[in-house]
């Protein structure tokens, strides 16, 4: 299949429809606003739903009852929408119902800025909402990745009855890449008997709740959940590991950022300074594997962000005293620059022992 070239937040909507999503509900906040005007103009045309709703709080409440009746639903908003989604998030989550979360991520704290950041990084993985619960989330580097990711979420949705974030910054929804729309292979799914689809006289009806007002019931519900988050622990996670070999710094960076770390690595090439990179596509489950086998040569890990430093929490936890680890980052809509990053390198070099 040819490519086409896309902004990424269209390309957003038609992997989405692709996937087989006809069930939209979102409000209008920059800068994902063209995902929701994709969809309200081309899910029509497959039969689909489109709804601008009153509030965020609303379309994520309308997202749990399409859920509720086993359609491909989504939602996409930006960092102050998403924290307004909050509350809905935990209710899925509890209530055991796949549904997709796009994030374009803008500056904050509060309203902050319309420019790209990584400032949910936080938000996504501890979860805004009350209680025991984890999303899948993705954090795709391209606006390709983001067409591929956005499609298996949608299957992950299914496979383990649970939210599926895709998180990328206002970057990423502004650029235009070429794209391809693979076919994707068919991958076996259980059968959504628990939905609200009515009896037909068959069965007894299906209850869609997360309230449990007995404590034995809810700890059991818990428990339940925590196994299922476990495995995705287990299977999911996903990661890139670049120029690895003989690297003395190892920066870890997700996203365009990691793109951006990219071609600073290949500069500091040029200077006989051998950098790595791993890049976390999962930012839940953090890909802790890909720090298993460290190079003998590593003197310390970087953390790079577009954000005051949150990503630099789990680098820390996995490397477990191994190295030390720094941090560079921008923020408020600030992107960081190869020559940043580069500087910074020198720095740590300079001070390694």
Known sequence: MAKVLMKGNEAIGAAAIKAGCKHF???????????????????????????????????????????GSGVRVMTSSSSPGIALKQEGISYIAGAELPAVIVNIVRGGPGLGSIQPAQSDYNQSTRGGGDGDYKLLVYAPANVQEMVDLLQEAFDKADYYRNPVMVVGDGMIGQMMEPVEFKERPHVDLPAKDWAAVGTKGLRKPNVINS??????????????LTAKYQKMKDNEQRYEAYNMENAEIICVAYGTTARIVKNAIETLKEEGINVGLI????????????????????????????????????????SNGRLPVDFYGRSGGMIPTPEGIIGKIREMIGGAK
């Open 279 to 318: 890049r976390p596509i999962t930012l839940w489950p953090f890909p802790e594997k890909a720090f298993e086998v460290l190079p003998e040569t590593a003197k310390a890990f970087i953390s790079v962000e577009m954000s005051m430093g949150q990503m630099i929490d789990d680098v820390k936890i996995v």
């Open 211 to 224: 309230l449990f007002l007995q404590p034995e019931d809810l700890e059991e519900h818990n428990i339940r």
């Open 25 to 67: 509900f979102g409000y209008p906040i920059t800068p994902q606003n063209e995902v929701p005007e994709y969809m309200s103009k081309e899910l029509p045309k497959v039969g689909g739903v489109f709804v601008q709703a009153e509030s965020e709080v609303a379309a994520i409440n309308m997202v749990y009852g399409a859920a």
